[in-house]
């Protein structure tokens, strides 16, 4: 087993055992919801001590090892990488994809989560190298407007790293489906990455099945501002500033 380099506090190594828990645990979600077949797949989410304290903290992410089944993925078996995919702590090979999830933390530093599968229904968009269009109030909410595609990447490199930011930057959507690929999504965290994950093979299935039954119709985009504004600002419990004397 590697070891952690001199320095790290112990609210960095806490945080790190939190991760790999987290990690572990939200990987069981994606043959839950039939998002991915044998060992493919991966969730990842960026190590974070807040405050921070020692050195590096924000460098380093927890991601699932290469070819390894899902009922084998405990904390202890995640492994712990830096921000240019090198190992720096576990008993395993990283996973093939930790370059393209290190790339996107390094150059998108608000982001906390990636995941990728070939979820069927996704992936078959993404072979067309077509975009999933707007057409259901519920991607107007979670995705802002049209699922995107990406550009054709090599795996084991940052190519598809690059892909991703190129792709994502400049759009509301956390998901976009790499060509001839599969999907990847992006979130403040990995749970979030992971409900992208869900929502885009549902939305790519529902889109595919309507597509069978005659043509879509639109939805105008001053509405999807509307319902995407009111998705991510009003929808769901919001937090209350209470004080002692009107709690």
């Not at 921000?83 to 530093?109: C, E, F, I, K, W």
């Not at 795996?155 to 959507?173: F, K, N, Y």
């Not at 992971?194 to 509405?223: F, N, Y």
Request: a negative charge.
């Amino acid at each position: 087993m590697t070891t952690f380099p001199q320095g790290y506090p112990q609210t960095v190594l806490d945080e790190i055992a939190r991760t790999r828990a987290v990690v572990a645990t939200l990987h069981a979600e994606l043959p839950r919801w039939g998002l991915v077949v044998w060992t493919a797949g991966n969730v990842s989410q960026r190590v974070v001590v807040d405050p921070p304290s020692g050195p590096g903290p924000d460098d380093l992410l927890v991601i699932k090892p290469s070819g390894v089944t899902y009922d084998e993925l405990t904390p202890e078996a995640m492994v712990v990488c830096d921000l240019d995919g090198n190992l720096v702590d576990g008993t395993r090979a990283p996973s093939s994809d930790t370059a393209a999830h290190a790339y996107v933390y390094q150059h998108m530093p608000h982001i906390g989560g990636v995941v990728h599968t070939h979820s069927t229904y996704a992936t078959a968009w993404a072979a067309r190298a077509e975009p999933v269009p707007c057409v259901l109030t519920m991607m107007a909410d979670e995705f802002g407007g049209d699922v995107p595609i990406g550009p054709f990447a090599l795996i084991g490199d940052d190519s598809i790293g690059r892909g991703i930011v190129e792709t994502l930057r400049d759009s509301r959507s956390p998901a976009v489906l790499m060509r001839n690929h599969g999907p990847f999504t992006i979130g403040k965290d990995a749970k979030a990455a992971v409900k992208a994950a869900v929502m885009v093979e549902e939305v790519a299935r529902t889109v595919h099945i309507a597509r069978q039954l005659g043509d879509t119709v639109p939805i105008a985009q001053s509405d999807i501002d509307s319902l995407y504004a009111r998705y991510q600002h009003v929808y769901g419990q919001q937090p209350t500033n209470t004080t002692e004397s009107d709690s």
